[in-house]
């Protein structure tokens, strides 16, 4: 990063990364956590993980957020865990719940229908609610404002590998606005009028579109249709003024007015991935190829062993997904003619 500035959003190619030197001097980042006082011990390995691959060595703050208060063993435990500052926010009830303009009779009736599908949460209405604050509220909360950057964590998470410089001062200096380390295909079931919904947006409001988008990654036919791919949002490491930016507020208001999270589940990874993908400039978007990464039921392993080594990484590059033909991310390294790691292809298939 000695070039001081000189790299431009859009003028560097990722092979020429440098990680940035620490300094001593802290981004206003944050990690974020969304759960229930019963996620407790399975977000403790989660929280230990990052703390001892990662936070330890920078001492970032950590928000809990929750629809219920947290009890004082939630706050105590996790307190004792998290080498920076611990926050406990709890959400206000009016966003936790069904908005005015939802008919909950034909909400329910979707509902019996996806649980007759065998849709995963299909019948769940927390889970939607979920889905809906992590799209479109956790950054208003009021303990987000002291940041601009965050990295979302969940339970039963793990890191594998070391990662020995600021990430989020990366962001920063790389004008990188979203991050993510699994891409995948999405439940179609789920998400059945998402597309359609969001070409209604595009054609109101074409001034929010990014000229140097990355639609080619999300759809194979030019915006006729969605192919599915979104990025995994329980790793998210973000610019909290993407979803700040009106373009998003928009985008956000009109998919909560067509209802689609409750007459459907729209999940917030395929609505956070479709606006990242078309209000971004292509080159804000990357990939963490060399951070290792678990969320059952998939891993990411760094498949250069030299990665593995230099991160002192405890997974098995058999298990990797990156490379597989159901993941996304092959996709998303051609689209963007990146050079993929060594040794990919034998991960493949
Ligand atoms: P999955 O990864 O899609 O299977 O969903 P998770 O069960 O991991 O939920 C996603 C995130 O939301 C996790 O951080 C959960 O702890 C959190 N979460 C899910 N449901 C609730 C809920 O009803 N209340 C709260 N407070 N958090 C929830
Ligand atoms: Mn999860």
Redesign the pocket.
Known sequence: LSSGGAIKSGKYKVDEIKYPKYTGKKEKATFV????NS?LYS?LPAIKSVEDRFNHKFQYDWVF????EFTEEFQRVTTSMVSGKTKYGLIPKEQWTFPPHIDKEKAAETRNQMKEDGII?GDSI??R??CRY?SGLFYRHPLMEDYDWYWRV???IKLYCDIDYDVFKFMKDYYKKYAFTFSIKEYVGTIKTLWDTTKEFMTAHPEHLAKNNMLDFISDDDGDTYNLCHFWS?FEIASLDLWRSKAYSDYFDWLDQAGGFFYERWGDAPVHSIAAALFLDRSEIHHFDSMGYY?PPFHQCPVDEDVRLNHKCDCNPKDDFTWKSYSCTTKFYTVNGMTKPKGWHLHAG
């Open positions: 956590t969304l759960a229930r996620d977000l957020l929750n629809d219920e949460y927390p889970y609610f979920m992590e969940e339970p039963d329980n969320h």
